[in-house]
């Protein structure tokens, strides 16, 4: 929100109050308090009026400062708050000298100017981001004085964070606009309007900098962002209301920074294995009955397409009556009978649900009778007619609403459903009334988190922790713990599947670990073209799904040349697995996502701070996809040697490349000291790694390592270590394990027992670390 006029002038009505020295300090082990008049205190009778700011300084973990600052520390939070890990504040070490307070936690120093009030964080000596003069403020709109003044009803408190030359600013949830944020104003406030809009369905009020140090605004409500607009060498973020609640993290690298972000705020979950095969919807509104479906199924399997998860979209209940879980007996008579013959083809099940209630719903008497929808202020149920007519939302606020929800998908989970797709959560009203007294304001955002995570539970319950997943849309904070998010309503064109591109990555560098979209586009029909540069981007995702609108996705409702690129990247992937699965682990234990940003990976490199048409998936693939009908693949490469994964094309980076690409290739590249652990039989997604690992080397200058995991276990631990035309090879594994390495030939046994069947094949039979030497 913009409040200044030019420099040194507010707009009309607006008045500023901010600290000019602080009056007092307490200080206690885990905590500093700070009086902060906003005018300066000459004798006692300044005292006496004013408005004076209380700010809290805490560390919740080593490298994360929090600030909290009061106006009026009276005002009731009736919620909803972030679920954080607050759990082990840490002790603070502070200092007095020469009129400045230092509060450090572990490298990361705030250090305030105790006389004439400014804030700077550092880390060590150096300068990260500063405020000064009016930058933290509290500040009331129609301002006439303090005998006049109408509370928190016209009063905002914003902070101002310093921009250095050349910093950039890159997050703040799923944002389809640029993806350096520097010149924009970005609301965080859920709305569903499609991907070619400012709007977004997932907001973070959390942003990265290339400095290396992250900020997050720990309010739930709308945040409103000005970053670098209002004052061009600032971060401006303001909330309404009488408080304001925010956390500086400390890298040194950004990576670092959302490994703390998601220390504070939860891990991604790790999907199961499944979930990263190839998932085919029924599309949106289509026409489709039982024998549409398997014809789809058995179309893909005949094909040689490997098929892992099946949708049913909105349509699998009956129209007019989303959401009740009752199968449409129109064209689903034998709903279990069906599920049943298609999980006999060893395909998963989603189905598509949201906590909208129509009326017409066999749900919405008992909901309402009950009290489990949100109300309105006279206790009606709160209903209108967008998207379903008479609809009500389910309050997820009500513990036994919450109950009667999940009671609901236990009995899918029953009938053999294995996942959902969560759709919806963003159309939340701000004038509703909850079950538990929320501000309706901070839920609008927050009920996605109640929604998902109700889901989310019952899946655990019913199917297991390791099998739990979603297919979701909306988000805030959090989210993140209930995988897997895509891209929402995008249109089936090239500008398009840019733009989804831009907003997942912008999502990643959010704390969320993996991402999907919609292969083709959702709105319209793409071309044939399009569909098949959009299945090599699709498939090269963590996450892959086929879904539309009004019409089918399956290939040869394209050509015959999409049936081939369909199943030509959906083998590819299949046959990555091994990697795919071993980089999601390190994902959920760390934080840092799958699908990341090349300003992410290469934070050092210059050229890769403002490509967003090109990726890196994991810690070694690099993935450039196409957006032109002429096949022109253009991107960077940067500095070291790289390998064409699909070619075996060896090259330097430091420079851009343009080439031309048929359909069944895409700029895939290998990073030097590469181990890429693949599969070598491939039948389908469930295939088990153990005595099928295939580990490819690539350009390896020193030292190099993988670790192989499936089914949620470490497999083996792969190291290697050059000396001179040697290859010091070191396995950890407790059991017997096959290995074929490629582009290493196996030379010579140095103790452990195992043999060799072949020229690159090693079957280790000892339990318990071994070393080989390999010749490369």
Not at 209 to 233: D, I, M
Not at 474 to 479: F, I, K, L, R
Not at 553 to 576: G, H, I, N, Q, S
Not at 602 to 624: I, V
Request: with cysteine; net charge negative; aromatic share 14%.
């Amino acid at each position: 929100m913009k409040f200044q006029n030019g420099c040194w002038l507010f707009k009309e009505g607006y008045e500023c109050f901010s600290p000019q020295h602080v009056y007092e300090i307490r200080k206690e082990e885990k905590q500093v308090v700070l009086c902060a008049p906003t005018s300066r205190i000459q004798h006692k009778g300044d005292t006496l009026g004013g408005i004076n700011l209380t700010i809290k300084i805490t560390a919740p973990m080593p490298e994360i400062i929090r600030v909290q600052t009061f106006h009026h520390m009276g005002v009731q939070n009736k919620g909803p708050e972030f679920e954080l890990d607050l759990s082990q504040p840490q002790s603070l070490e502070t200092k007095e000298e020469d009129n400045i307070l230092t509060v450090k936690s572990g490298n990361l120093s705030l250090l305030i100017d105790l006389e004439n009030w400014s804030m700077r964080y550092e880390r060590g000596s150096k300068l990260l981001t500063k405020s000064g003069w009016r930058d933290l403020a509290y500040i009331k709109e129609d301002w006439k004085g303090f005998a006049y003044d109408k509370g928190k009803d016209n009063a905002y408190m914003r902070q101002q964070l310093g921009l250095s030359v050349g910093e950039l600013i890159y997050g703040l949830g799923e944002r389809f606009t640029p993806f350096v944020k520097n010149g924009q104003s970005v609301s965080i406030w859920n709305e569903d309007g499609g991907t070619s809009t400012e709007q977004s369905y997932k907001n973070i009020p959390f942003y990265l900098s290339n400095r290396g140090y992250g900020v997050f605004v720990n309010h739930p409500e709308l945040v409103e962002f000005e970053v670098a607009t209002e004052q061009v060498a600032k971060v401006e973020f303001s909330v309404a209301g009488e408080s304001l609640d925010y956390f500086v993290i400390d890298g040194p690298s950004m990576k670092e920074v959302l490994k703390r972000y998601t220390s504070l705020t939860g891990k991604p979950s790790l999907p199961a294995q499944w979930t990263f095969g190839l998932w085919l919807s029924t599309s949106f509104t289509t026409d489709y009955d039982e024998k549409t479906v398997m014809s789809f199924i058995d179309g893909m399997l005949e094909r040689d397409i490997p098929l892992s998860v099946f949708h049913f979209d909105c349509c699998w209940m009956r129209e007019f009556h989303w959401t009740d879980f009752i199968w449409d007996e129109r064209v689903f008579p034998d709903p279990k009978g069906m599920l049943r013959r298609i999980k006999e083809k060893g395909i998963k099940i989603c189905v598509w649900i949201n906590s909208y209630i129509g009326q017409e719903s066999a749900l919405f008497a008992e909901g309402m009778e009950k009290g489990y929808f949100l109300k309105r202020a006279n206790g009606d149920v709160w209903q209108w007619d967008m998207w379903q007519p008479g609809l009500a939302i389910v309050d997820f606020t009500n513990p036994e609403a919450c109950r009667w929800y999940q009671d609901k998908l236990e009995m899918l989970l029953d009938m053999g459903v294995d996942c959902f797709k969560t759709d919806f959560g963003e159309r939340i009203p701000v004038d509703a009334v909850y079950h538990n007294g929320a501000d309706p304001v901070k839920m609008h955002n927050y009920y996605t988190y109640l929604y998902n995570k109700a889901v989310y539970e019952v899946l655990e319950k019913k199917r297991g922790k390791e099998e739990a997943v979603l297919f979701a849309r909306s988000a805030t904070v959090g989210g993140q713990k209930f995988p897997v998010h895509w891209g929402g309503d995008c249109w089936s064109d090239y500008e398009s599947m840019e733009e989804s591109l831009r907003g997942g990555l912008s999502l990643t560098s959010s704390g969320f670990g993996f991402w999907s979209h919609d292969i083709g586009g959702f709105e319209s029909k793409s071309t044939p073209d399009v569909y098949k540069r959009w299945a090599a981007f699709g498939l090269l995702s963590t996450h892959s799904r086929l879904h539309g609108s009004t019409s089918y996705r399956v290939p040869w409702a394209y050509d015959e040349e999409a049936v081939d690129v369909v199943r030509f990247f959906t083998k590819l992937k299949l046959k990555l697995l091994p990697y795919f699965y071993s980089q999601a682990v390190y994902t959920a234990e760390t934080g840092i996502p799958m699908m990341r940003s090349m300003a992410l990976e290469f934070d050092k490199d210059r050229n890769c701070q403002y490509l967003d048409k090109q990726y890196m998936l994991g810690d070694s693939l690099l993935a450039a996809p196409i957006f032109n009908e002429n096949g022109i693949a253009e991107y960077y490469l940067p500095k070291g040697s790289w390998t064409n994964y699909l070619t075996g094309e060896k090259a330097e980076g430091g420079t851009w490349r343009k080439e031309s690409h048929g359909y069944l290739s895409v700029p895939l590249w290998v990073r030097e000291n590469s181990i890429i652990p693949i599969g070598f039989r491939t039948p389908d997604v469930n295939y088990s790694f153990d005595n099928n690992l295939e580990l490819q080397v690539f350009e390896l200058k020193d030292k190099a390592e993988v670790t192989v995991y499936q089914n949620q276990k470490k497999l083996t631990k792969v190291s290697l270590a050059k000396n001179k035309n040697e290859i010091v090879c070191t396995l950890d594994r407790t059991s017997e394990l096959t290995l074929r390495f490629i582009n290493c030939t196996l030379s010579f046994v140095k103790g452990g027992q195992m043999k060799i069947e072949g020229r690159d094949t090693l079957v280790m039979t000892k339990k318990g670390e071994t070393q080989i030497i390999a010749k490369c």
